[in-house]
């Protein structure tokens, strides 16, 4: 009996040892070099009353205007968030908006060198509730043109009250 349990073992063990040698290597997860290149992001703008626009969007980081902030990079390069031009989630909503004729508004904040995205579609906080961002269900840390999108991303304006 006992010889019978040591040979299992024995013989398990080497299994296993084989199994390991020949497992194909595990590829090392390598950070993906920043590029501009455009990439498709799934956009949501959820509003108070439902849902403002849903839909792939073609997009990589560039210029942004809006009539309350001017002109300014939405790239990714905002306070150096990104060594390198990078898509961004301000970058593909206006992306979205330009193509699909809707407006957006953001205020300029020299302080984050980024825009705080106000209105969507006329639709605005009205200082009780704000455009809150997500990408892949997490809201984002930094602002709209600092954070980098990858092709296949979820991101999200959603109408969130205070
Ligand atoms: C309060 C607050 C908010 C409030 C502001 C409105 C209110 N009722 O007060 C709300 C909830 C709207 C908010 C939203 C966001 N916020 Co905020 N917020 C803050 C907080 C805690 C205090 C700001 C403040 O009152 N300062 C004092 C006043 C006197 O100075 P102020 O310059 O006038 O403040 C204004 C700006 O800070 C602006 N603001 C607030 N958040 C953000 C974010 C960005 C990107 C910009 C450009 C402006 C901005 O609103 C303030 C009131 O008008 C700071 C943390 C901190 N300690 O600074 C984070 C902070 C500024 N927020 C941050 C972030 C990331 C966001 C969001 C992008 C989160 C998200 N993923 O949705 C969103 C903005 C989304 C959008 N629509 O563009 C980050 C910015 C980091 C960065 N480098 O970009 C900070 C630093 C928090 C952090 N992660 O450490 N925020």
């Not at 501009?36 to 992001?41: G, P, Y």
Request: glycine share 12%; net charge positive.
């Amino acid at each position: 009996m006992r010889q019978t349990l040591v040979r299992r073992s024995v013989v398990t063990t080497f299994a296993l040892a084989l199994a390991l040698a020949t497992a194909p290597a595990v590829a090392e997860a390598k950070p993906r070099p920043n590029t501009n290149a455009a990439v498709k992001v799934d956009l949501t703008v959820q509003g108070p009353d439902g849902l403002l626009f849903q839909g792939k969007v073609k997009t990589k980081g560039h210029d942004v205007t809006t009539a309350t902030g001017g002109t300014h990079k939405c790239d990714g390069t905002n306070g150096g968030a990104n060594p390198s031009k990078v898509p961004t989630p301000t970058a593909a909503l206006d992306d979205a908006a330009h193509k699909k004729g809707f407006t957006w508004d953001g205020t300029w904040y020299a302080s984050f060198d980024d825009f705080s995205v106000d209105t969507i579609k006329n639709v605005s906080g009205g200082g009780s509730a704000y455009w809150s961002i997500a990408v892949n269900g997490t809201p984002t840390p930094v602002g709209g043109c600092q954070f980098k999108l990858s092709a296949g991303d979820r991101v999200s304006f959603t109408w969130t009250s205070f």
